[in-house]
């Protein structure tokens, strides 16, 4: 009986070892798989995206001058937007562009005048391709592929 | 609505956890004189029903991203239960009611604010508050003494220790600092030889973070804190701007400070003296007592140790505070002390992949910073439990007992999680 207790204790004291070192390879395991995929990821969104100007009113920005993207971009009058427009008719933070599940989309802020895609003034987030043309008030943006 | 996700890697690697805490419970529990009593399981199950909680409540979330930190802070934890059981069985059902405190927090963390970017915003009242916190237990009537070391907050019965929330709140500040001066202080264009010389208003920030590390340092008596503090800051300061000559200067005013501290301070002078000479006659059963005994528990555990609940850890002095990790290497040995410093190597190891993928420069210093807490205090406190360098009175992150270090530490995996899951929104991966 007494023999037996102490086997069962050192079974008990051995396992606790083992145990700990079976979860520390599982562990190496599910991160060498996550990196795996996540190195996937990398590729496919190394590459964002640029705001390249087509029409401005003044100096600034100037036609072809390009932004580029953030995952989550603010667009407006305020010079602390990422992309700032200088036109009275752009609202001080008049819209974000984002990037939601690796597309991007447009969502305006409660602007004064609207945000225009390809002509249409939105009324929710939409969502924006490459090539689409944004225009607020007199100035007009192109999303491209690509860092700037 | 939330999409449910599944996270099924982050499942599968709890059940591991689950037993690995249970197999530690009772192979502490049947050593014991008493002999082993089913009621003891209660611990151990109540943990094992919280971490699968955590997990359904991610999943229910539609939390996406990583899966590997919740399993393991919950194994650290884990093996932290196992320990209290084993060291200090009386404190056993208040440590599992601050694990239940700390999964509170957590969850809370997940929930709260709905935008993390949000947090960059308030920089300026995290920095306050911050401060505010690190000095409040030199305050009367609040503050507390314990050890030498005037680091509490006590009302009534309770206490706690507000450094631990300190050092959030300040990689939060760091973060939305740098993350808005980093180009000033990186680029600029005036250089003294090889040394960058930013215009002055960026520098004052660096020195008053030093000034205040050294008033812990004198007032409070802490030398962790303040090797943490300036750590985390000398850390992010070089990730966000990539200036070496930034981290020397740190560590010139540390080392200046230190070696000032040691001829001025008698506390910083006893803790060196220690270090260097714990076995000198008057020092061994004196004031290194608590070092040389856990020097013999570390030496005893060998290769792979007396067996759980077989060591004799309980001659060091507050072992379950301070000399956990010497206790843990006594009985589990080498072999197990390995396994556990692989575990926050994983940790920081992930942390850091969360930063360098995080969609904006606040989010990345934010996990970046945050990852390096974890690294940073298991450095010093191993280091300081093998005489690597001096002894401080920081916790082996998870592990140690302590509730305010336990709370504090998951609200910091709730936060890596969340980067990560933005990581994941943006990028469109599970």
Not at chain 2, 370 to 388: D, M, P
């Amino acid at each position: 009986m007494e023999i037996t207790f102490a086997v069962l204790l050192w079974a008990v004291r051995i396992g606790f070892l083992v145990l700990l070192y079976l979860f520390l390879l599982r562990a190496f395991g599910v991160l060498h798989r996550a990196l795996a995929a996540e190195r996937v990821s990398d590729n496919a969104v190394r590459a964002l995206g640029t705001l390249i100007v087509e029409r401005s009113a003044g100096h600034s920005p100037r036609v072809g001058e390009r932004f580029s993207l953030r995952a989550s971009t603010s667009i407006g009058r305020d010079a602390g937007n990422d992309v700032p427009l200088t036109d009275e008719a752009a609202s001080a933070r008049h819209a974000v562009l984002e990037l939601r599940d690796g597309e991007w989309w447009i969502e305006d802020l409660g602007s004064t005048n609207g945000t225009l895609v390809n002509g249409t003034r939105i009324e929710h987030a939409e969502r924006l391709r490459f090539g689409d043309e944004l225009a607020i008030g007199r100035i007009a943006l192109r999303l491209e592929k690509g860092a700037g | 609505m939330i999409a449910v996700t599944r996270r099924r890697p982050e499942l599968g690697l709890l059940f591991w956890v689950a037993a690995l805490g249970i197999t530690g419970s009772v192979a502490v529990a049947a050593a014991e004189v008493a002999g082993f009593r089913p009621q003891q399981l209660v611990v151990p199950a109540t943990f094992v029903v919280i971490a699968f909680a955590l997990h359904v409540f991610l999943a229910a979330r539609g939390v996406r991203g990583d899966q590997l930190l919740l399993p393991i802070a919950a194994a650290l934890t884990a093996l932290g239960l196992v320990l209290v059981q084993r060291l200090a069985s009386n404190l056993l059902v208040q440590q599992l009611s601050w694990t239940l405190i700390a999964a509170g927090a957590f969850a809370a963390t997940i929930l709260i604010p709905k935008d993390l970017t949000a947090l960059s915003r308030f920089k300026w009242t995290w920095a306050l508050l911050g401060v505010l916190l690190l000095i409040s237990p030199l305050l009367p009537v609040i503050g507390r003494e314990v050890n030498g070391a005037r680091i509490w907050l006590g009302v009534g019965t309770v206490t706690f220790e507000p450094w631990e929330a300190v050092k959030i709140l300040l990689v939060i500040f760091f973060a939305a600092y740098l993350e808005e001066f980093r180009e000033v202080l990186a680029q600029t264009q005036r250089r003294f030889g090889p040394i960058p010389v930013p215009p002055v208003p960026y520098l004052v920030p660096i020195v008053a973070m030093w000034a205040i590390a050294m008033v812990v340092m004198v007032f409070e008596r802490d030398l962790g804190a303040t090797l943490l503090f300036l750590g985390i800051f000398l850390a992010m300061l070089y990730l966000a701007t990539g200036e070496v000559f930034y981290t020397l200067i740190g560590l010139l005013l540390l080392l200046v400070g230190g070696f000032v501290a040691y001829h001025v301070f008698g506390h910083v002078a006893a803790r060196v003296d220690i270090w260097l000479h714990p076995f000198a006659d008057d020092v061994r059963f004196d004031t290194g007592y608590q070092l040389v005994q856990g020097l013999f528990a570390l030496a005893n555990g060998g290769l792979f140790g007396a067996g759980l609940g077989n060591g004799m850890p309980d001659r060091i002095p507050v072992v379950w505070s301070d000399f956990v990790f010497d206790a843990f290497a006594e009985e589990v040995g080498f072999a197990g002390a390995i396994a556990l410093l692989s575990l926050y190597l994983l940790f920081v190891y992930r942390g850091m992949l969360i930063a360098l993928r995080a969609p904006t420069p606040f989010l990345q210093l934010l996990a970046a910073g945050l990852s390096f807490i974890v690294a940073l205090q298991t450095l010093v406190i191993v280091g300081g439990n093998s005489r690597l360098i001096p002894l401080t009175g920081i916790t082996l992150p998870f592990v140690a007992y302590g509730g305010s270090s336990l709370v504090t530490n998951w609200m910091l995996v709730a936060l890596l999680i969340r980067v990560s899951d933005m990581t994941a929104r943006v990028r469109g991966t599970p």
